[in-house]
């Protein structure tokens, strides 16, 4: 589809961008120790820990993904994250703590505390891994419309947009990353509720109109209610919800970095709930945002539409109903969704690599300053792998896009919910134990990967879908620790505070 660029929408993107760099500078000014720069002297509300939260897990992705989604098909991949608030309660009851109970800056400290530094190193590796593939996601996907805006070829919008983001996030750190994540969430909900206004405003019977339309369509399903594993249906889905949020509440840097940064575990717990109240409000909105726009099209056909790819809908509303001007606001929405993700996956690697590869191993013993330069630099490395992940990614079919990065992500970050739940409700598996189950889950994990990659003879392939990969190599690795442990006898370490069995009072 073809847009002429409109200067207006332009300027007022442009305005928006250049209010998000003078957070960052103002920032930049006051972290003068890591501890400020990762974690902003763990003085951040609650109120604000949870916008941010939920701007780092709405990605442009989501802004775009979730109306096609619901456009092409019905709201069945809502379901997953309706279970949000169940593994919401366990992290607030169990997780919180265990991560406030020390001075930790890492999610993988745990895991070095708990099963020694094989295991720290796994969790750290995988995460830098699978964070830096989807960077380079997210940008390709949040410069599409940009182009199509602008005019410009993908490939300068990825790199403008890739240094942008980079340029705030590496001078004004976690402080940056928070405050305008709150603004860029707000900025989304904007956006979507200018285009939900758009779509109303214009059909003869409004609201009414796209519930009407909606039901008759089938397109406020959420799918089958048996349970069948080869299949999406309700129960299935919020099956692997529940597995997808445990392991992101459990074990993302990007989560786990906020419960610190909240000055109190008072505010750090109201910073979940504030997070898990909101999103799931959020995500039903975008969804029902794919309903309208369906709906829209139904009454106002247009054979331009008919010949797009789902994906590609909700961007050419956006571009031709939108008012000019306002369209500038909505593009900033989608901006603002690919922003609050992508600073703090940069934030989050720099944060690991320093505390958890170059404090312990790769330069021990330096001075705080060594360190803030390296986390700086750290963070420019990583942002141009994003971009150049991201140029990329625009040189391939999209399913060429989604094939590799759902191989690496199988290959390399099956194992790490296992970790922590291992870690947080037993007792008995010690670090030895969990080394052995690690390395046959990894290699499991291996064999499953390639096997859904098509890359082995059909009486060699396992019969799963790809989607359940992550929950067979989790219970194979509690499975096999489990039974090592059994042999191996009681477990003689020193587990203060690392179990809920053990655990201490006193966090903050």
């Not at 928006?16 to 974690?39: D, H, I, V």
């Not at 070829?153 to 890739?162: H, L, M, Q, S, T």
């Not at 306002?326 to 600073?343: K, N, P, Q, R």
């Not at 970050?413 to 922590?420: A, K, M, P, Y």
Request: charged share 15%; net charge neutral; glycine share 10%.
């Amino acid at each position: 589809m073809n847009v002429i660029a409109r200067p207006l929408d332009i300027a007022v993107l442009i305005l928006y961008l250049l209010g998000m760099a003078g957070l960052g500078l103002w920032f930049a000014k006051r972290n003068t120790t890591t501890e400020q720069y990762f974690l902003g002297d763990r003085s951040f509300p609650g109120w604000a820990i949870g916008l941010s939260m939920l701007g780092t897990s709405i990605s442009s992705v989501t802004f775009l993904a979730f109306p096609a989604a619901a456009y092409t098909l019905d709201w069945r991949q809502l379901v997953s994250n309706l279970t949000l608030p169940i593994v919401a309660v366990l992290a607030i009851v169990v997780f919180i703590p265990f991560f406030r109970r020390g001075k930790t800056t890492s999610a993988f400290e745990y895991l070095g505390d708990r099963f020694g530094p094989g295991a720290r190193l796994y969790g750290t590796l995988s995460f830098i891994l699978l964070q830096l593939i989807r960077l380079g996601k997210v940008l390709f996907l949040v410069s599409i419309p940009v182009s199509l805006l602008t005019g410009l070829d993908i490939w300068i919008v990825i790199v403008f947009v890739g240094i942008f983001i980079s340029l705030y996030t590496i001078a004004g750190g976690i402080g940056a990353v928070i405050w305008t994540d709150v603004v860029q969430a707000i900025v989304l909900w904007v956006g979507g509720i200018v285009c939900f206004i758009t779509v109303v405003t214009q059909l003869p019977n409004g609201l009414g109109e796209i519930l009407e339309v909606g039901k008759e369509h089938s397109k406020f399903e959420v799918g089958s209610m048996g349970f069948n594993l080869s299949e999406r249906t309700f129960w299935t889905v919020a099956l692997l919800g529940i597995v997808s949020w445990l392991t992101m509440y459990s074990s993302d840097q990007t989560v786990v970095q906020r419960y610190l940064a909240a000055k109190s575990l008072k505010e750090a717990r109201k910073a979940t709930t504030i997070y898990s109240i909101v999103a799931v409000p959020t995500w039903a909105f975008f969804f029902f945002l794919g309903t309208c726009i369906f709906v829209f099209y139904q009454v106002h056909p247009s054979a331009e539409v008919a010949g797009l790819d789902a994906d590609t809908v909700f961007p050419y509303f956006i571009l031709t109903e939108v008012p000019v001007g306002i369209t500038g606001l909505v593009i900033a929405g989608v901006l603002a969704a690919a922003m609050s993700s992508l600073d703090s996956s940069i934030n989050a690697i720099s944060t690991i690599v320093t505390v958890d590869l170059m404090r312990p191993y790769l330069a021990k013993g330096r001075d705080d300053r060594f360190y803030l330069k390296w986390a700086r630099i750290i963070a420019v490395i990583a942002s141009g792998i994003m971009i150049g992940g991201a140029v990329f990614f625009s040189s391939f079919e999209k399913e060429s896009m989604n094939d590799l990065s759902w191989i690496v992500v199988s290959v390399f970050g099956g194992c790490l919910l296992g970790l922590f739940m291992a870690g947080f409700f037993t007792t008995r598996i010690d670090n030895r134990s969990a080394l052995i189950g690690l390395a046959c889950a990894i290699a499991l994990n291996v064999y499953l990967g390639i096997s859904a990659a098509g890359w082995l003879p059909d009486a060699m392939t396992v019969p799963i879908h790809s989607y359940w990969t992550g929950v067979f190599v989790n219970l194979a690795f509690l499975v096999i620790a489990g039974a090592v442990a059994l042999v191996r006898g009681r477990n003689r370490k020193d587990l203060s505070g690392l179990t809920v069995w053990t655990m201490e009072g006193g966090t903050k």
